[in-house]
């Protein structure tokens, strides 16, 4: 009984002491976050000053659909205003200084100054510097210029309309620091796509940009400055690549009703209803496996279903026509030759009104 008692104050022990470090941690990281915002905010300049910021976008490297991803090259260029940065022309020698990012990091650490930082807040994977230079006028005025391929996510992708969609691209440079430092400020004139972007896929237009306020990396408001712009799809690849081999494997359907042998209408059917599944096997490759229904999964659909109607209708003709009631046969057939096209025509104006005009999600 003593040595169960001695065990059980022990446990009871072991407990307390793991509950009073639990309580120290906590009281600890509390004391520490609490210095961290007093250190923010007695770093913090007497009033932020604004950083103008601008992207140029010289090539699309690529567009990940399955992804939600495109890859850029391009440029980044931020200006401020810095009085500690300024200095005398005469003892310098000309009117401006320039820097590498390493020299120029060095030099206002060890004088001090604090200066715009930011990070691109949708990069994935690691962001590629093709090269990267500070200049500094006498005047106080500093230029940052940076040439970068960046791979960025696009969640705002949506297929809903495929291939009659318009996609969201976007690039988002979030400060490091609080808005009590810094502001970004699109620079007026100098964002823009370039001319030869490298991608036939798609048309880009729409350019725009904006600038907000986040909440950051040290848990206060952030300015954050975005780059985007819209793009729409070239419809001749899609024309001649999925609609026209669909309106072919259509009519192909469509014209065994005017054959008046059965048998061959089965064999024409089934053949084309094989087409079909392999078509569909081929472009299904094309898309990332969404969670809604698209436009273009409705017309598949639809092809798929009157394809195997088409099969359905033939062999009851065809069994109609061996047991002696051909005549009846005949005369359904005389309907369901033009019910066929009608039907299929109103399903697919329904579905674009549904989907490409109303964009409703399935």
Same mark, same amino acid.
């Given at each position: 009984?003593?040595?169960?008692?001695?065990?059980?104050?022990?446990?009871?022990?072991?407990?307390?002491?793991?509950?009073?470090?639990?309580?120290?941690?906590?009281?600890?990281?509390?004391?520490?976050?609490?210095?961290?915002?007093?250190?923010?905010?007695?770093?913090?300049?007497?009033?932020?000053?604004?950083?103008?910021?601008?992207?140029?976008?010289?090539?699309?490297?690529?567009?990940?659909?399955?992804?939600?991803?495109?890859?850029?090259?391009?440029?980044?260029?931020?200006?401020?205003?810095?009085?500690?940065?300024?200095?005398?022309?005469?003892?310098?020698?000309?009117?401006?200084?320039?820097?590498?990012?390493?020299?120029?990091?060095?030099?206002?650490?060890?004088?001090?100054?604090?200066?715009?930082?930011?990070?691109?807040?949708?990069?994935?994977?690691?962001?590629?510097?093709?090269?990267?230079?500070?200049?500094?006028?006498?005047?106080?005025?500093?230029?940052? !210029?940076?040439? #970068?391929? &960046?791979?960025?996510?696009?969640?705002?992708? *949506?297929?809903?309309?495929?291939?009659?969609? @318009?996609? =969201?691209?976007?690039?988002?440079?979030?400060?490091?620091?609080?808005?009590?430092?810094?502001?970004?400020?699109?620079?007026?004139?100098?964002?823009?796509?370039?001319?030869?972007?490298?991608?036939?896929?798609?048309?880009?237009?729409?350019?725009?940009?904006?600038?907000?306020?986040?909440?950051?990396?040290?848990?206060?408001?952030?300015?954050?400055?975005?780059?985007?712009?819209?793009?729409?799809?070239?419809?001749?690849?899609?024309?001649?690549?999925?609609?026209?081999?669909?309106?072919?494997?259509?009519?192909?359907?469509?014209?065994?009703?005017?054959?008046?042998?059965?048998?061959?209408?089965?064999?024409?059917?089934?053949?084309? !209803?094989?087409? #079909?599944? &392999?078509?569909?096997?081929?472009?299904?490759? *094309?898309?990332?496996?969404?969670?809604?229904? @698209?436009? =273009?999964?409705?017309?598949?659909?639809?092809?798929?279903?009157?394809?195997?109607?088409?099969?359905?209708?033939?062999?009851?003709?065809?069994?109609?026509?061996?047991?002696?009631?051909?005549?009846?046969?005949?005369?359904?057939?005389?309907?369901?030759?033009?019910?066929?096209?009608?039907?299929?025509?109103?399903?697919?104006?329904?579905?674009?009104?549904?989907?490409?005009?109303?964009?409703?999600?399935?």
């Amino acid at each position: 009984m003593q040595i169960e008692n001695i065990k059980i104050t022990g446990l009871w022990q072991a407990l307390l002491l793991l509950l009073l470090l639990l309580c120290w941690n906590s009281f600890s990281f509390a004391q520490s976050e609490s210095r961290f915002h007093s250190s923010l905010q007695a770093a913090a300049p007497g009033a932020s000053y604004i950083a103008e910021i601008g992207v140029q976008i010289d090539q699309i490297v690529k567009i990940d659909q399955k992804s939600e991803n495109f890859q850029v090259v391009g440029n980044l260029r931020i200006e401020w205003d810095e009085p500690k940065l300024a200095f005398a022309v005469a003892e310098h020698g000309r009117d401006y200084k320039l820097f590498t990012s390493q020299s120029f990091a060095k030099y206002v650490d060890e004088q001090g100054i604090t200066v715009p930082d930011f990070f691109f807040q949708n990069q994935q994977g690691r962001r590629f510097t093709h090269d990267s230079k500070i200049s500094v006028f006498n005047n106080g005025h500093a230029i940052y !210029l940076e040439r #970068f391929t &960046a791979t960025l996510q696009a969640p705002e992708f *949506d297929f809903v309309q495929y291939p009659f969609d @318009t996609q =969201i691209f976007f690039l988002h440079v979030q400060g490091g620091m609080p808005i009590d430092f810094f502001k970004f400020k699109p620079l007026e004139g100098y964002s823009q796509l370039g001319n030869q972007l490298g991608e036939e896929e798609w048309e880009f237009d729409n350019v725009w940009t904006t600038t907000d306020e986040v909440t950051g990396i040290t848990g206060k408001p952030t300015s954050r400055f975005s780059f985007g712009f819209n793009a729409n799809r070239h419809l001749n690849y899609y024309f001649l690549r999925i609609f026209m081999p669909l309106i072919i494997i259509i009519l192909v359907s469509w014209f065994t009703f005017f054959l008046n042998d059965y048998s061959k209408r089965v064999d024409m059917a089934v053949a084309n !209803l094989l087409v #079909f599944v &392999a078509f569909n096997f081929t472009i299904s490759n *094309d898309l990332p496996r969404l969670g809604y229904i @698209t436009f =273009i999964d409705t017309i598949m659909f639809a092809t798929f279903l009157f394809a195997g109607l088409v099969v359905l209708v033939n062999v009851i003709y065809r069994r109609m026509e061996a047991h002696g009631r051909e005549v009846k046969a005949r005369h359904l057939d005389n309907y369901t030759i033009w019910i066929y096209p009608i039907t299929l025509t109103v399903l697919v104006i329904s579905s674009w009104v549904w989907f490409v005009v109303e964009k409703i999600h399935v």
